[in-house]
Nanobody, 126 residues
Framework: QVQLVESGGGFMQAGGSLRLTCAAS????????MAWFRQAPGKDLELVAR??????????ANSVKGRVTISRHNAPNTVWVWLLMNSLQPEDTAVYYC?????????????????WGRGTQVTVSS
């Protein structure tokens, strides 16, 4: 069955770095755009970064631009997606979700993503 499994979250100090990992399997995710969203307490879901199916184009939210890198590896049975975050700030505290869209290149809106993981908590202390 389709699975998107996130890992790598935890408690971090401000200024530190972390790498989140998403393992996507059970569908032809090599043809899907992949993204990381986050939801902070009391706030709406926010797109953090998106990478096209081919990996040749990325999108970053203004709030993380310059601090975050999204990357992917399309292995035969599993697509791996990473989110590297540097210079962590308390404002980065949120649950981070991996998502996949059949729109291989254009997906940016929450409704354009077809599959979602359960999320991983990231907490950044000052």
């Amino acid at each position: 069955q389709v699975q998107l499994v996130e890992s790598g979250g935890g408690f971090m100090q401000a200024g530190g770095s972390l790498r989140l990992t998403c393992a996507a399997s059970g569908a032809t995710f090599k043809n899907y755009a992949m993204a990381w969203f986050r939801q902070a307490p009391g706030k709406d879901l926010e797109l953090v970064a998106r990478i096209t199916a081919s990996g040749d184009s990325t999108f970053y939210a203004n709030s993380v631009k310059g601090r975050v890198t999204i990357s992917r590896h399309n292995a035969p049975n599993t697509v791996w997606v990473w989110l590297l975050m540097n210079s962590l700030q308390p404002e980065d505290t949120a649950v981070y979700y991996c998502a996949a869209s059949r729109l291989a290149a254009r997906a940016l809106l929450q409704d354009e993503f077809d599959y979602w993981g359960r999320g991983t908590q990231v907490t950044v202390s000052s």
